[in-house]
Structures are given as C-alpha cells and as structure tokens.
C-alpha cells in the first residue's frame, strides 16, 4: 500500500495535469457561454501555476490554445499578446542588467559602498541592505542576492573570528568571494525564474561554533539581504516583473491611458514607498537580532575590535582585487546612467520630455516608449567594444590581428536571459484581453457592485494583505497575473481608478518575505544555513503587516497627484456605465 501511495506521489505532477481539465469541465458543458469558457482557462491556469504541475511558462502558453478553440479570440490576436511592449520593456532592460554583470560592475559598487559604511553591526547591516537594495533596481534580484551572500558570509567569518586566528588565515584567499564563475567544487540552485546560480559550500558555521550573538547577527544578516533585494526592486519599473505585470496589463485593458504607467511615474509613486520600507525593515531587523543596545550597535565610545578591522580588511583586499575601473566598466556605467537619464525625460508628465518634443504624433503623444529606450541601448552595447579601439593579436591564430569583443555577445546574453518570463508575461496579457471579449470582465463587474458600501482605503487595505499572503506560496508573476485583470473590473464596477487598486497591490505582490519557497532570494539566504523556516516566518510576519501599511501611506499620500486618482478617468470607461462620470471625484481615502 505505501509503495502504491508512493508511485502515486511520484506521478501526481502528471496525474494532475490530466484530470484537473476533466475536473474542471462541467463549468463550460453546463455554462455554454464565452464567460464560462474564459473562466474555464483562468481557473486552469490559475491552479497550474499554484501547483506548478507544468513550468510557469509552459502554462502560460495555454491560452493560445484555448481562447482559439472556445471561440474567444483567434489564434493570431492571441498570438500577438505575447510581444508586447511591456516585453520588449524587460529584454532591453535585462540586456543592460546582463552587462552590468558580466563585467563585474556591481560587485565593484557593493564593495565601495560597504568600505565606506564600515563594519560596526548596525552600520554593517544599513551598508549591506543599501547595496543590495540600489543593485536589485536594476539587475535581478537573484544574482544580486546571490552576489550579496557570500560577502556577508566572508565579512561574518572574520567578524566572529577569535583573535588568534586571525594570524593563522592571513594571507589566504577567501573563496566565498568566487562570485558567478564556474568552479566544480561549488553546487548550482535553479530557481524558479530559470537561471542558474552558483551557491559555494561554505554555509554560515553552525551555532555550536559561536556564542547566542553571534549567530543572531548572522541571521539578521542574512534575512537582510534577501529582505532588501525584494524590497528595492519595487522601486523601478524593470526591478521586478510584477511591476511589468501591471504596466501591461493596464495598457492591454485600457489602450487609451496615454501611458499614464510609465518608468518616471512608476519611480515617482515606488521609491519613496521603498526607502521608507527599507528603512523600517532595517530598524526592525536591528531590535530582532541586535536589540537595543545602540552605543554598541553603532560602535559609539569604543575603540574598533580586531576584527572588526580584520572583516574591513576583507572587503578592501577584494575592493584592491578588482584593480581600477577598465574601459569596459566605466562603458557600461556611461550607458547605464544614459539610459535611466533618457527613461526619466522621455515622457516625465510635469514638463515636455524628449518625447513629446522629438518623436510626437499630432496629438503631441509620444512615438517612442521606455522599451524604445531600452533596445537602443541594448543595441549599442552589442556595438561598443569592451576595450579601448585598437588591435591585437590572435591568441588562437598567431600572426594575425584581432578587434576586441564587444560589451555584450549573444552566448552570454542566451545564457543569462530568463526567457520564460517573457511567455510568463505574454499569457498574462493574453488572459486580460480574452477576459475583456469574452465578456468575463463586465460579468465579474457587475457580481462586484455591493463593493461600492465599503470604504475604498478599506477595500485596498483588505486586498493587500490578501495578496501578500497569496504571494508567499504563488510565484508574484503569477499572482499578479491572476489578480490585476479582476481588481481592474471590480475597480470600474464601483467607479473607483482602477490604479487605486491595482498600484498597491502589484507592489503587495513584492512582499513575500515569511517562507523560503516565496521567493529566490529568500530560498538562497536559506540554503546557507543558519536559518530556520521559523526564524524567516517570525521576522517576515511583521515586516509583511508594516509594507501593506507602507502601501496604504503611499497610495493614499503622493500618488494621488502623481496618477490623478481623484477623479474617474475617461480612459477606464471600458464597462463603466455613465453614472460614474455623473460626480467624478474620488472618494476621500
């Protein structure tokens, strides 16, 4: 009976993928209308990507199979949702990212950040999650994170070190700083956005080998890295998917928004959003695992311990390591910084951007968007070449002359680029257009109208923590996914913006910080060691309540002039009746 049971376990991945259909089909027999059918495919894919009994991509797949077949939409309109904008968006984005990494740049402001925060405890901690936080702005908050650990962990082997030891290990190398380059003496963790990262074997050392504070500080050291890699890639609008999600999805469901979600406006209404959490996050990991004691905390009054100067001369022999900055990298910083400058003047909103000047349509609407932007960079990067322009010599073909290699080369990009996502993406926008024809959206809308009693600060309160606990067991892709298009309906149905809804919970969607299967970052931090699931899930749990609260401040503070949430707009008269425009302010919040 138990091998039975077994057999049964080890194909129930299978066994779900063919009945759940079977399961599920009398909602489109006994309910023959597009609604049913739409709904059919939601719920489909909806439990799919819960039990990820097929890789999220795959499933994301499926309404270019069902929406033909049920007669929602044909095969080419279905088609045409999986490159949108908001794709093209993330690939130039990614490609920037990808260079960043590959020359190391990151790694070299990690460490000049942390030379001058300093090693005192509470100092050591801010330095780390500022690092962390500004770096998962930009690239993935996987390889940040996955970058982050194995300095905290060498700067942790040194703080802890008895004095007498330090002699003994002068000198040596650390190999916990072999960040991202293939060694076979290291194991890989694939995680669920499909790239492989490298975890040395050098787990944080076991309790026994450290006093109670010690070990504390480690894991507050740990929770906070991975804490800040999710906290700041809600910041930018390319910092996380969810945030793509929602731009897309917003532009799928309403195409006359005028791009009201773009890389200025998403900055304007997240950042501060971000700073506040991260600063209460630090704060709060601070009281967890260090306590109140500030005078040691901050190293006030006292002089620095050996080592303290040890862990500092860590992260200066690493800082020395990198040598000076090559053509390469002070390349790819002059890009970086060209395209966030471009990306905040394309279109900022309170004045003309370059935009609306250079590149407008008789409407003084801007032709170009942030993934034009984005592609042109991306572009220029495989042109650039990665060292001062000149010849040199042809290590495999002695004799002849060589150009160097660019900034970027298709191997390294087809390696580190996470294509699923971009089908992840593409069936998200697939399923908010076919809700939209088939008719589900307006169904839905009107099943919500009671709604409209219910104080609007209260509805998005309730819907945030809602969304933050879905997040910690669902991908947030998927959870955005899922969410937006139903919150964009229940939103018209009650004449409320639809982004007063939408805004705070894609950002909820960022706030999976209790479970080590929430997320990658929280699941590298874990495989270090150290960590309980109990310990992540106690630290998470407050932190979770204060980023809805965070949430709540921003949404009903400056984002209201920043997205004109106190009217209705016109563009989100989809399937609102007239009587939303009868009195077009907002509800208070």
């Known amino acids: 009976m138990a091998t039975c049971w077994q057999g049964l376990w080890a194909y129930r991945f299978y066994l779900i993928v063919l009945f759940l259909p079977i399961f599920l089909l009398p909602l489109p027999i006994l309910v023959p209308t597009k609604e049913a059918y739409c709904a059919y495919a939601i719920i489909l894919m909806a439990l799919f990507w819960c039990v990820e009994a097929l890789p999220l991509a795959v499933t994301a797949l499926l309404p270019i199979v069902l929406f033909p077949m049920m007669g929602i939409m044909d095969a080419s309109e279905a088609s045409i949702e999986y490159l949108k904008d908001t794709n093209i968006l993330f690939i130039g984005g990614l490609l920037v990212a990808i260079a960043v990494e590959h020359w190391n740049l990151h790694k070299r402001i990690a460490l000049r950040v942390l030379l001058i925060i300093g090693v005192r405890p509470a100092l050591l901690m801010l330095g780390f999650m500022l690092v962390t936080a500004f770096l998962s702005m930009w690239i993935s908050n996987t390889a940040t994170t996955a970058m982050m650990v194995p300095i905290a962990n060498a700067v942790l082997d040194q703080l802890h070190k008895a004095p007498r030891d330090k002699d003994v290990e002068e000198g040596s190398d650390n190999p916990t700083f072999e960040l991202q380059e293939p060694n076979p003496q290291k194991e890989v963790t694939k995680l669920d956005n499909g790239q492989v990262h490298p975890i040395p074997l050098h787990p944080l050392e076991p309790m026994t080998q450290k006093n109670e504070e010690q070990h504390r500080f480690s894991q507050g050291m740990s929770l906070c890295v991975c804490y800040s890699a999710s906290i700041g890639g809600i910041a930018t609008l390319t910092g996380t998917t969810p945030n793509l999600v929602l731009q897309g999805q917003v532009n799928a469901l309403y195409s006359g928004n005028g791009n009201v979600v773009n890389f200025a406006s998403w900055f304007g209404f997240a950042f501060p959003a971000m700073i506040i959490?991260?600063?209460?996050?630090?704060?709060?990991?601070?009281?967890?695992?260090?306590?109140?004691?500030?005078?040691?905390?901050?190293?006030?009054?006292?002089?620095?311990?050996?080592?303290?100067?040890?862990?500092?001369?860590?992260?200066?022999?690493?800082?020395?390591?990198?040598?000076?900055?090559?053509?390469?990298?002070?390349?790819?910083?002059?890009?970086?910084?060209?395209?966030?400058?471009?990306?905040?003047?394309?279109?900022?909103?309170?004045?003309?951007?370059?935009?609306?000047?250079?590149?407008?349509?008789?409407?003084?609407?801007?032709?170009?968007?942030?993934?034009?932007?984005?592609?042109?960079?991306?572009?220029?990067?495989?042109?650039?070449?990665?060292?001062?322009?000149?010849?040199?010599?042809?290590?495999?073909?002695?004799?002849?002359?060589?150009?160097?290699?660019?900034?970027?080369?298709?191997?390294?990009?087809?390696?580190?680029?996470?294509?699923?996502?971009?089908?992840l993406l593409g069936g998200g926008f697939a399923l908010a257009k076919g809700s939209e024809?088939?008719?589900?959206?307006?169904?839905?809308?009107?099943?919500?109208?009671?709604?409209?009693?219910?104080?609007?600060?209260?509805?998005?309160?309730?819907?945030?923590?809602?969304?933050?606990?879905?997040?910690?067991?669902?991908?947030?892709?998927?959870?955005?996914?899922?969410?937006?298009?139903?919150?964009?309906?229940?939103?018209?149905?009650?004449?409320?913006?639809?982004?007063?809804?939408?805004?705070?919970?894609?950002?909820?969607?960022?706030?999976?910080?209790?479970?080590?299967?929430?997320?990658?970052?929280?699941?590298?931090?874990?495989?270090?060691?150290?960590?309980?699931?109990s310990d992540m899930a106690r630290a998470g749990f407050l932190l979770n309540i204060v980023g809805v609260l965070v949430i709540m401040l921003a949404i009903n503070s400056w984002s209201y002039p920043i997205f004109n949430l106190h009217t209705f707009p016109s563009w989100a008269s989809r399937n609102t009746s007239a009587l939303c425009f009868v009195n077009t302010t907002m509800p208070s919040p």
């Not at 322009?389 to 290699?405: C, I, R, S, V, Y």
């Not at 910080?513 to 997320?519: C, I, Y």
């Open 277 to 423: 959490l991260l600063a209460l996050a630090w704060l709060w990991l601070q009281f967890l695992f260090l306590g109140f004691n500030f005078r040691k905390n901050f190293g006030i009054g006292g002089q620095a311990r050996e080592q303290d100067q040890a862990a500092f001369q860590v992260i200066q022999k690493e800082h020395k390591q990198l040598g000076p900055m090559t053509f390469a990298e002070k390349a790819v910083t002059v890009l970086f910084v060209l395209l966030v400058i471009l990306w905040f003047t394309r279109e900022p909103g309170f004045f003309p951007g370059w935009g609306n000047v250079a590149f407008a349509n008789e409407k003084g609407e801007s032709l170009v968007s942030d993934g034009t932007v984005a592609i042109f960079i991306g572009i220029i990067l495989f042109i650039v070449p990665s060292k001062i322009p000149g010849l040199t010599q042809d290590p495999e073909k002695p004799g002849k002359l060589k150009a160097p290699l660019a900034l970027l080369n298709w191997k390294t990009v087809n390696e580190k680029m996470p294509w699923n996502i971009v089908f």
């Open 437 to 533: 024809k088939s008719g589900l959206s307006k169904w839905l809308g009107a099943k919500l109208t009671p709604l409209q009693q219910v104080s609007p600060p209260a509805i998005v309160f309730i819907l945030c923590l809602l969304v933050a606990t879905f997040t910690e067991c669902t991908s947030n892709v998927a959870t955005t996914t899922l969410f937006l298009p139903i919150l964009a309906s229940m939103a018209e149905a009650i004449c409320l913006h639809p982004l007063y809804v939408m805004l705070p919970c894609t950002l909820a969607a960022s706030l999976a910080f209790m479970l080590p299967v929430a997320t990658p970052p929280n699941a590298i931090v874990f495989s270090f060691g150290g960590l309980k699931v």
